[in-house]
């Protein structure tokens, strides 16, 4: 019997020491995490996910937890340190009601509860969400359209970057974010465009240290972080080939033992060979050429004397990004060459520094994020990063939805394919994909779940519902009347709606997310992140309490990043572990 | 067979402000920076106990670079500092200073960190539009029809360097050489986007700082070989000039480090000394005068081209490869010279070379009596050159002495008292809290006024035009000596309390400011100070990793 009950503590305990750490740094009102390393490194953030994974992690469960929150970072790119907080307060509700009942929580009866959050999650929680709270913030949306039809992309990343940089430079980085994603969309697919600055953010960004936040800002073309060797202004647009090798090299290094025999006229041959190659390069009308290597002196002067501009010392990935996103034209004879069509190349100073632009055809832009320090930098870079991870998840999800949609009703053949930005963020905000941030879905679950009529476990409901809540309080842990005040100003709200409903009046108007954020218009986070938040929460749940006892072995393990197993630790919170009870219960 | 280690856990520090530890270590750094602030600042020498070079200097870049910090929150901010010196070349003190007391002051308030962090962006932005308004009295335009503030910038910095060590007649002297130096560098017929042209820098240890001069055209080293002789055969008229960038040294370097197998009857030296004269009996059938290479010439080629008539110049480095470039403005092939002649600097022979177009190359030498002070001077001449650059991106300077900042700090506060419970609702923050940030920053500010007094002397503030004052018989203006003194002008030590006011601006006045501060640099040093310190009050947790 004791055995269980220690089980159940250490997990409180391994959360709750975790959930420490991140509380800190949730919502606006939060702070950050410095991390260093002797090595010199420093890193500020406020991202759950990089936070829990600096701190080595020793004990299991904790591992585990972590593996957790990682895979539900993946999936939505949203919602790490609520993770923690929903857990931790869901395990503590558990341990309370556990002391209500005098001790009678068993393994099995452990078991059994978790298997009933979890059957919780996939009924009850999925019809409140589809059937209550979606068509409540598309009421609401609709209700409050005039004020956010338009901005909702605005609104959304403001969302997100609100809790993960401090509020003094949330507002110019969301201006610069939203500036560079219309200037990259102009108006084409809305959900390619995402997904491809998702993937390529790395070419789609240069980051400029020295300078405040607020220098940050959208180019056109692509920066490259080089300055051209060899300058000269090209009119237009022009032929650029793309190199990766030497020039000058007339042997490449295969190894240590290397031996050049030098013959009669090599001096010629050598000469000969390098203009032989320059001189096809002017045929091909080159004016600009791009090599991931150091080129020899002897080509810089022949770029000079012939016009042709010269950039060495290129990340050959970025090359590569170039050539694929400007269907580059492969050269047949010497591998590795590409031809490109640029609009333009320009030289443009950052801070100090001279870097090269280049203009393609594609409207490509390039983000410059400025901090003062090279530790900022990264995070405002992670920051961004994310912003695109979380708006991916947003728009991919509501094309799901519409899909699935246009299965049930084949007369609608309105494809995918063509939704444009405005399309799109419409739609999410029709389909009530979206809601205010700071709390609303945690009051509204909490209120749906605990209302639930025909739900078949309501013990297990008001757990969850209970544990919400955690969520808004912690947001406004400075000021618990605050949160107070907006719990009852909510559910009048909702009482309201309610009475409406029935007598299919004129809308009340909704205040709640208005007065809340007591500037004009709330900041909105995505509705399906929120639900994957809560089934993943339960999942975990689900895998902590089916744990019965941990082994300790002494052999590594190596059957996957599942299993754990851990020598003997000091870690000052924990309990010691059992070591020969075997027992594992996981089914 | 390698031990696998165990990985030892995090050492976690919780809001680390709140550390008697940090916070001392912060009031340590504070105090480094604010005592070696302004022009009567102490030195401050850094040497290693091991032993080696030791270093006099009061200039924050030297100082933060090689002062190591153990605290991560102090080294973010020593970075910051140094990746603002390095885009502005100036106010990196004024940075430091104004950061750590915004903290301190936050700190000793007990502000809330969010609510701060949202005034203080508030407050900052309210600087830059005040600063870079029109009504704006801090401020002056910087008048490019002569050189009078030009100059006034430039000695504004030198004299805040005080390990330059230099007197009032050498400081006058030096900056005037910096505003000439910064107009040889600038294009004369500036057509749509030009570059600025090169100041290269010479220094000669041991010489009087009064025999630092500028000279137009490049200043070489005289090459062993040449004779006055030789100069003099040369007749005057423009001269054709050959750089080569690649050794002539005729060594098969490119090969780089591999067993090299010959046949025989190849000589591969031989072979390139003969490519080599080819490419000397070329030159000289072209009628060149001057020929010059980065590194190094081969011997016979030297001697060929000597007996020629032709000038060698060889291991000239790469820093002055470009200067020499820009100097003979080549085409196609060859460059040209106008002029050259021998010029004496102090105890050194120098080879100058004018040229032949309107190129805005020029040398700087500098003459300092030991090598500190000399490097002291080097760095600090190329700061106000860059300085002074920077003027003409925003023709703009603000007053030094710290009135600018009394001058801010009264405004700031005028500005924010009267509508304080309206932009405190706006921001979702209480009424006290916002009049309590406001007085934090605008304390700060003062502060960093405070900062360049050392000989506890007050400071004072006039209650008129808001400048900064210091008491002493002599002086009859304000710090920055654009404010006569008058009898009526009612003053008040700094920091103490008096009522808020609207800072009159000064209008139709001959005087001119003695001291001046760079418009950009400040404004930078401004929002980069007030972000840091933000970023600083965000941090709630330190992880340190000791694996």
Known sequence: MQEECVSLQVCVSVVGALECVVRRCLGPDGGSVLFTRDTGETLITRHGQRVLRTLHLQHPMARMVLDCVCAHAKATGDGTKSFLLLLAALLRGIQDSHMQRKG??????????????????????????????????????????????????????????????????????????????????????????????????????????????????????????????????????????????????????VGENISVCIQKDYLHRTESAMKQKLASLLDLQVHVVLSSVK?????????????????????????????????????????????????????????????????????????????????????????????????????????????????????????????????LWGGILRAGGVLPVGGMFEFLLHHFLLNERNSCDPESCRLLAEALLCLPRTLYSHNHRRFLNIQTRFLDDLKQWDKTKEQRSEMPELKFGFGFSESSVPCLESVSGKKQLVVSVLQCLHRLLCVGAILNTRCPLRTGPQTHSEEDEDEEEEKPKHSNSTQSTDL | MSRI??????????????????????ALLRNILSTAYGPTGRLKQIHNNVGGHVLTTSTSTALLKRVDMSEPLLK???????????????????????????????????????????????LVEECNMYLKGDSCGCKVPVDFSNSDSLIALARSMIASKPACMLNSRETKHISSLIAQAFLYSIHCNSSGVSCFGRTVTIGIEGQSVSDSSVFPGLLVDVPEMLQHADLERLESGLFKVVLFSVSLSGDISEVGDVTLEIHRGVDPERDLLQQLLKLGEQVVMDKVNLFACQKVV???????????????????????????????????AYGMVKEFCLQSCGSRE?????????????????????????????????????????????PYALLGGGCTETLLATHITHMNCSKASTIAQALCISHSEFIMAVKAFCSSLQSVALSL???????????????????????????????????????????????????????????????????????????????????????????????
């Open chain 1, 104 to 253: 009678s929580w068993s393994i099995p009866s452990l078991q059994n509860l978790a298997n009933r959050l979890l059957a919780v999650s996939r009924k009850e929680l999925e019809d409140v969400v589809t059937h209550k709270i979606t068509p409540y913030a598309s009421l609401y949306c609709s209700h409050h359209s005039y004020k956010l039809e338009g901005i909702i992309l605005d609104l959304s990343i403001s969302g997100y970057i609100s809790g993960r940089v401090g509020i003094s430079q949330a507002d110019v980085l969301k201006r610069v974010l939203c500036e560079f994603y219309h200037k990259v969309s102009q108006d084409q697919n809305a959900v390619e465009t995402i997904s491809f600055i998702h993937s390529h953010f790395s070419f789609l960004h240069t980051s400029v240290t020295g300078l405040p936040i607020g220098c940050s800002e959208v180019i056109e073309g692509l920066v490259v972080t080089c300055d051209w060797s060899v300058w000269t202004e090209p009119a237009g647009s022009v032929k650029a080939l793309i190199l990766y090798e030497s020039f000058g090299a007339s042997f490449v290094t």
């Open chain 2, 350 to 394: 120098l080879l100058q070379l004018l040229p032949s177009k309107d190129a805005a190359v020029s040398t700087m030498v500098l003459c300092h009596r030991n090598e500190t002070m000399l490097e002291e001077l080097k760095m600090t001449c190329k700061r106000a050159e860059h300085v002074l650059r920077l003027t003409l991106r925003e």
């Open chain 2, 76 to 122: 973010m901010i020593s970075t910051a500092v140094q990746h603002h010196t390095a885009c502005y070349s100036d106010c990196g003190l004024f940075m430091g200073i104004f950061t750590l007391r915004l903290i301190e002051n936050t700190q000793n308030n007990g502000l809330r960190t969010a609510a701060a962090a949202k005034v203080y962006k508030h």
């Open chain 2, 5 to 26: 280690c165990k990985k030892k856990p995090a050492v976690c520090t919780d809001e680390p402000l709140s550390n008697s530890n940090i916070c001392q270590k912060m």
């Open chain 2, 453 to 547: 007094e050392h000989d506890g002397q007050d400071c004072l503030i006039d209650l008129t035009y808001a400048h900064r004052w210091v008491p002493d018989i002599y002086s009859k203006t304000c710090s920055c000596g654009l404010v006569e003194d008058r009898s009526n002008l009612e003053k008040t030590p700094l920091k103490t309390a008096y009522h808020t006011f609207s800072p009159v601006s000064l209008e139709n006045t001959d005087s001119q400011p003695r001291i001046l501060d760079s418009f950009s640099a400040k404004l930078n040093a401004l929002n980069v100070a007030v972000e840091m310190a933000n970023f600083v009050l965000d941090v709630k947790y330190i992880i340190k990793d000791i694996n």
């Open chain 1, 295 to 423: 080129q020899p002196e002897s080509v810089l002067q022949w770029a000079r004397l012939n016009h042709v501009s010269l950039l060495e010392c290129v990340d050959s990935a970025q090359l590569d990004f170039l050539s694929n996103i400007s269907a580059a034209e492969t050269l047949s004879h010497p591998p590795l060459q590409h031809l490109v069509m640029l609009k333009y190349c320009r030289r443009v100073q950052l801070s100090g520094h001279r870097y090269a632009c280049l203009g393609t055809f594609l409207h490509m832009h390039t983000l410059v994020l400025c901090a003062p320090a090279p530790g900022f930098l990264d995070q405002i870079v992670c920051v961004s990063q994310g912003v695109f991870a979380m708006l991916q998840h947003l728009s991919q999800s509501f094309c799901q939805t519409l899909a699935s949609d246009q299965s049930q009703s084949p007369s609608s053949d309105q494809s995918q394919s063509v939704l444009s930005s405005q399309d």
């Open chain 2, 298 to 332: 081969h011997p016979i080629l030297q001697h060929y081209l000597r007996k020629h008539g032709v000038v060698v110049i060889e291991r000239l480095g790469l820093a002055l490869m470009e200067p020499f470039v820009q100097l003979t403005v080549p085409v196609e």
